[in-house]
């Protein structure tokens, strides 16, 4: 454990604190603009704008959880 840097459990947590709510804020936002396109311009739409918000949180979250890795924490 003498190769740790100070502070790294520290940053981790720091990182989930402030990285959880944030998710949940994107999910919500994301889910607001498909209920808008559903109603302005059809399912189809709707589905889309899901889809590709879907995948960009996805790639959003695992980019996070790489970097605080890579950072040293958990």
Known sequence: MA??????????????ILGIPALAGFVYLLLVLVNVVWRDYGL?????????????LSYGSFRAVELVRASGGR
Do not use: E, H, I, N
């Open 3 to 16: 190769s740790r840097r100070p502070y790294d459990d520290t940053k981790s947590l720091l990182a989930a």
């Open 44 to 56: 189809g739409a709707g589905a889309a704008v899901f889809v590709v918000g879907f995948v960009a």
